[in-house]
């Protein structure tokens, strides 16, 4: 009974660790697209080229923070990986067919706009 909650507790934090993980994901694509649509906007020649420079510079603060949270999480599985390993009954059990991210200084995270 006791590893069977405690099977199903980390079935449900690993489950919700990839979820998070892709939820940046998408959200990153979804500010790629949205620069895009605002470069594109201001190509317009009514619209000028320094009419989206405020936006463009937001946006990319934007972009950067999600990418540093996206290496925190990065971490944070790394972390829960390597508490598994204290929990009796878990050391053994792995859920999904990735492996978890390399330990901090290795996660290779890079932006290019």
């Known amino acids: 009974m006791r590893k069977q909650m405690i099977e199903n507790a980390a079935f449900e934090i690993a489950t919700q660790c ?12 979804e500010l790629s697209e949205l620069q895009d649509r605002i470069l594109r906007m201001s190509a317009i020649p009514t619209v000028g080229f320094a009419t ?6 937001k946006l990319a603060g934007a972009v950067q923070a999600l990418v540093s949270a996206r290496g925190s999480m990065a971490d944070c599985h790394a972390a829960l990986a390597q508490a598994r390993g204290k ?7 792995a ?14 995270l890079r932006i290019v706009a």
């Open 18 to 29: 990839r979820t998070v993980e892709d939820s940046i994901d998408a959200a990153l694509t």
């Open 52 to 57: 989206a420079q405020e936006p463009v510079t």
């Open 87 to 93: 929990v009796p009954g878990l050391r053994t059990v």
């Open 95 to 108: 859920f999904g067919d990735n492996e978890c991210p390399p330990p901090k200084g290795q996660v290779d």
